[in-house]
């Protein structure tokens, strides 16, 4: 096998295990390397050294141009984190200095399913683990494929210091990595309300900070505060952010202006921790998970005043609000077996979506039809690199294997 081969996108020598061209983002096909006449170590060795004398050049000229002077903190480059945030996977990682999240009871909830997990799989992308198409299977029927985009977690070193933000369309094309940065780790991407750009944390756990990048790969720096600030969620509006800020004693929920200005602290840490907020469709509220045994709660964003939502055993967080206003999913049960669920806004009518291996973080499509979610049904025994994005047509409950990886993505979120 070829040690190095020609990128089909950029026309560089990129080693054969690469999954992404590191200049484009642009997924590379499988067996690409295949294609291409192996190259010799010498060779690889000779490019190699070229490559470090031009870098050695550069910079030579750089530091006599420019001084000694350093690059500003938006630009530099982190190290490894040396803790990596508890069970990534899960959806609602909390880098926490105290305890995290307090452990979840061992009672099981008590569950009303909606359906039984279907044992066929529709059109789009085979559903691994969920069994042959039968003769009764929902046909495909052109349109009412789910639309728009989806960003989300790829781990795709599988390094929990070295996640990465990746890019997909809701119907299984144009997969792609947005982040460059090998050795920082990059999480909780969501998209903005017109499509054109992703706000995620980078450097979680170790000093973290929000970013946003456009489609082309170009970020800048949104906030700097002297702790880790992650989970945002961009107003309807596009114009704010909410997000979590961790200051090593509680985890508070912080309001700012889209470019990071204009901080303002919503919560306070004396009613417990709060963290994965989530905007309403009217801009008017905050659903978020936190309290001292984990619930759903509602915060008012003119008068600050808080209800409780939900009271389900083992309830996590990664929720989100549906298009219509009327409903929110999330995810419950103990760890293995955790599972998507669908509530009121008034906490009934609360239903189980899921009832196989482990689902977590839900996420609705624009249109409030599908929803996105992380799960391990494909792989339930490889719970370090087994979980993938599915989607499921509300509908009819059918489901949709998105990503077909070798390493876990997670976190998604949908957009236009």
Not at 92 to 110: E, K
Not at 159 to 173: F, H, L, S, V
Not at 315 to 334: M, V
Request: aromatic share 8%.
């Amino acid at each position: 096998m070829a040690e190095a081969a020609t990128c089909p996108y950029c026309g560089g020598f990129h080693p054969v295990e690469a999954a992404f061209c590191p200049v484009t983002g642009q997924r590379l096909p499988s067996g690409w390397g295949l294609s291409t006449p192996p190259k010799s170590r010498a060779r690889l060795w000779f490019r190699s050294a070229l490559g470090l004398l031009a870098v050695f050049a550069v910079g030579g000229v750089y530091l006599l141009v420019n001084g000694t002077n350093p690059p500003s903190s938006a630009d530099s480059t982190v190290q490894p984190p040396e803790v990596a945030p508890g069970d990534p996977h899960d959806g609602d990682a909390v880098p926490s200095a105290t305890a995290g999240f307090l452990p979840p009871s061992a009672s099981d909830p008590s569950r009303s399913i909606a359906a039984a997990t279907p044992t066929t799989a529709w059109a789009l992308t085979q559903a691994v683990g969920l069994g042959a198409p039968s003769t009764t299977a929902t046909p495909y029927r052109p349109g009412d494929e789910p639309v728009g985009r989806i960003v989300y977690t790829c781990q795709v070193y599988r390094d929990e210091a070295r996640n990465q933000i990746c890019i997909i369309n809701a119907d299984g094309t144009g997969e792609a990595r947005l982040t460059r940065e090998d050795h920082v780790n990059h999480s909780y991407p969501v998209l903005a309300p017109d499509g054109q750009n992703v706000v995620y944390a980078r450097g979680v756990p170790v000093d973290g900070d929000l970013y946003e990048i456009d489609l082309a790969g170009n970020a800048r720096q949104l906030t700097s505060l002297p702790g880790n600030e992650y989970a945002p969620s961009i107003s309807p509006d596009g114009q704010q952010i909410v997000f979590v800020y961790n200051d090593t004693r509680h985890q508070t929920l912080w309001l700012a202006n889209r470019d990071g200005t204009g901080l303002r602290q919503l919560t306070d840490g004396s009613q417990g921790d709060a963290w994965d907020p989530v905007w309403s469709p009217d801009g008017r509220e905050v659903l978020y998970a936190g309290g001292a045994d984990i619930q759903l709660f509602i915060l008012n964003l003119v008068s600050l005043s808080v209800r409780q939502v939900s009271r389900l055993d083992n309830l996590r967080g990664r929720s989100d609000w549906s298009p219509d206003g009327g409903s929110i999913a999330t995810y419950a049960g103990p760890p293995g077996d955790r599972q998507i669920v669908v509530l009121d806004t008034s906490g009934g009518n609360v239903t189980f979506l899921t009832d196989t291996s482990s689902n977590l973080a839900p996420n609705f499509s624009p249109d409030g039809s599908w929803i996105a979610f992380t799960s391990y049904m494909g792989n339930p025994n490889d719970l370090e690199d087994g979980c993938e994005i599915y989607l499921m047509r509300l509908a009819d409950i059918t489901l949709v294997r998105l990503t077909h990886n070798d390493y876990c993505d997670f976190q998604p979120n949908w957009g236009p």
